[in-house]
């Protein structure tokens, strides 16, 4: 389960989003409520804040975390902490940043930790926006969801033996619905562990505090498959009637009311800022030995695959993003994923490796 320690010492920024010297930065974000905003930035702190240094509402009414033009003019906008108070989030009050225009975004030693404890130096980065307006998605946030590279509402098996890197649960299911990782329970019986398995596994009739843990993390990966399915506006719609094998794919949000088809490889261009969010009405297919390439320094994490059908990876095929499907997902033999399982019904495994993005 997520480390809820608070740490020690002078916090700092561990990472930002857009980051520091990013280009071609969308002018605008889509969010989850499909509220158009100039681009939202963002700060992950090393450790939990303190949000009454950082929040800021009305506009302006607090001005530890700012946003200039290359002009020195402030940014009118408004600061957010995320529930668990690592990610501070600076929304623009316009409905969009200029285009071809730098942006410096700084975060003062105002900025304190839970437990009083100032940044010990200001942190500033600077981005720059693409020369032409064009709205981006916000990621979708997938909560605790997010702590798993499998998880599952009906059973977790694999055909011996899988490489899986990082937690993998289900609920509300017990333990054995997770078969073929001959996992051990840990002395604490919270989880268990595998051979198989790089990090821990959890279920639904583990000892206390996991069954509501895992409550909250299932309530989670639905919430965001609910996010991804409900975003508007796509960019593409219906995009090769379903086969989407042997294009190039830019940053963006497409939608198909049929079957989404991977026949041959799929390379996804863009940046480590940039987000895919693919809406599919009908099943994922991808073919054997294919593979999705992610290039230009496009990032697993920022690639979200909603599915109201199945998904399927075929034999020694290669996946890559977060996989939300509202019901089976089915790796072939052989076949690896560099993502996210998140399946509402169960995820069957034979012989795979599976890995959880960077972040």
Known sequence: MANTTVVTGAPTVDSSNPSTNATNV????????????????????SQPMNPATINSAPAGSLLTFTLKETTGNNVPGTVAMNVTNTVATFTPTATALTPNTNY?????????????????NPVTWSFMTKDVPFTGQDP???????????????G??????SVVTGDIGVSPIAHTAITGFSETADSSDTFSTSAQVVGKIYAADYTAPTPTYMTTTV???????????????PDHTELGSGQIGGLTLAPGLYKWGTDV????DVTLSGGPNDIWIFQISGNIKQAAATKVTLAGGALSKNVFWQTTGAATVGTTAHFEGVLLSKTLIAMKTGA????????????????????????
Do not use: H
């Not at 088809?261 to 041959?264: K, N, P």
């Open 26 to 45: 969308p002018t605008s974000t889509n969010s989850s409520s499909n509220v158009v905003s100039g681009t939202v930035v963002r700060a992950t702190f």
């Open 140 to 154: 979708v946030s997938l909560g605790s969801a997010g702590n798993f590279v499998i998880l599952s509402k009906t």
């Open 261 to 264: 088809l991977i026949s041959t």
């Open 219 to 233: 309530s989670d990966m639905e919430i965001a498959y609910t996010d991804a399915a409900g975003r508007a506006l």
């Open 156 to 161: 977790i098996s694999t055909v011996p033996n």
């Open 336 to 359: 690896s994923a560099n993502g996210r399982l998140l399946a509402q019904t169960a995820v069957t495994l034979d012989q795979n490796t599976v890995t959880q993005p960077a972040q």
């Open 104 to 120: 410096t975004a700084t975060i003062t030693t105002a900025a304190k930790n839970a437990g009083g404890t100032a940044m010990v």
